[in-house]
């Protein structure tokens, strides 16, 4: 696979390793962008591997709670214009509000919108607006209490991130305060039972070639992996997060001093994981001149 400049850009950008080092890793893993990531942070040369909260796409995430449920719904469209269009928000709402009542993203496609299912919906706004659109995902939620809150609103109920926290226990102004930690930090999971095994197994290997690249005798790098993935699960996982709004405390402890539980959470964020193939704007222009 041939390595681009845009290649080894979006590389940097993601890891903050420097050019050489980002073209390399790019040659190593035949321009594999998550191996690559990889490679760095084994080499010891990413900054960050900010794979996670890659925005490639619009449209809305809307919110909506009804007693102890609660739905997050992601509608995407081409372009942020779109997304800011009143006809386009009054949509999205009518679909999170029927998201309520049906389990799943099927569902959901077939359920009634004012006499047209959601799927046909969709169809005719595409036809009208003249932009592509897609109801790309919906998460759901139950508890006691269901606290919602949206980052970047771009009207009630809807915006570029949308956040559920269900708890027992505790009151309204907990549950916005956690539910801003989680749109800010975004845990990977609620507590270390709930992290996916193959997240945590591949995060391991990472961090022993890294131990070994040191040249440290194996035993020595096995208390290395031991504290480096206590560090990960505790950063990863929701209740053992540093709580923003007060670092002396983790978020469970602190749910904890309120008298409260958190059961559970929800983060949608507008086009996450979804990767937009991004020409060149010079060779762009060269193609159209051509034309």
């Known amino acids: 696979m041939a390595i681009t400049a845009a290649l080894v850009k979006e590389l940097r950008d993601a890891t903050g390793a420097g050019m050489m080092d980002a073209k390399k890793a790019l040659t190593e893993t035949d321009g594999d962008m998550e191996a690559a990531?990889?490679?760095?942070?084994?080499?010891?040369?990413?900054?960050?591997?900010?794979?996670?909260?890659?925005?490639?796409?619009?449209?809305?995430?809307?919110?909506?709670?009804?007693?102890?449920?609660?739905?997050?719904?992601?509608?995407?469209?081409?372009t942020d214009f779109v997304a800011k269009n009143a006809e386009f928000q009054d949509m999205v709402g009518q679909i999170a509000a029927a998201a309520v009542n049906v389990a799943d993203l099927d569902a959901l496609n077939g359920a009634d919108l004012g006499g047209k299912t959601v799927a046909d919906t969709l169809t005719d706004k595409i036809a009208k607006i003249g932009e592509n659109m897609t109801l790309r995902r919906m998460a759901k939620i139950e508890g006691d209490t269901v606290?919602?809150?949206?980052?970047?609103?771009?009207?009630?109920g809807m915006g570029k991130i949308g956040v559920l926290v269900a708890m027992k226990g505790g009151d309204e102004a907990l549950g916005k305060q956690v539910a801003m930690h989680i749109a800010a930090v975004n845990p990977?999971?609620?507590s270390e039972a709930d992290m996916d095994p193959a997240v945590v197994e591949k995060e391991k290997q990472?961090?022993?070639?890294?131990a070994r690249e040191s040249g440290k005798p194996e035993q020595v790098i096995e208390k290395?992996?031991?504290?480096?993935?206590?560090?990960?699960?505790?950063?990863?996982?929701?209740?053992?997060?540093?709580?923003?709004?007060?670092p002396d405390?983790?978020?469970?402890?602190?749910?904890?001093?309120?008298?409260?539980?958190?059961?559970?959470?929800?983060?949608?964020?507008?086009?996450?994981?979804?990767?937009?193939?991004?020409?060149?704007?010079?060779a762009e222009v060269a193609k159209a001149a051509q034309g």
């Open 37 to 78: 990531i990889d490679w760095l942070r084994t080499k010891g040369l990413a900054k960050a591997a900010k794979k996670s909260g890659r925005t490639a796409a619009e449209g809305l995430v809307a919110v909506v709670v009804e007693g102890g449920k609660g739905v997050a719904v992601e509608v995407n469209a081409e």
């Open 147 to 156: 606290v919602t809150y949206v980052h970047n609103a771009a009207t009630a």
């Open 188 to 190: 990977a999971a609620l």
């Open 206 to 210: 990472i961090q022993m070639d890294i």
């Open 224 to 246: 290395m992996i031991e504290g480096r993935m206590k560090k990960f699960v505790a950063e990863s996982t929701l209740l053992s997060q540093q709580f923003v709004v007060n």
């Open 249 to 282: 405390l983790t978020v469970g402890a602190a749910a904890a001093e309120a008298g409260a539980e958190i059961t559970g959470f929800v983060r949608l964020e507008v086009g996450e994981g979804i990767v937009v193939e991004k020409e060149d704007f010079a």
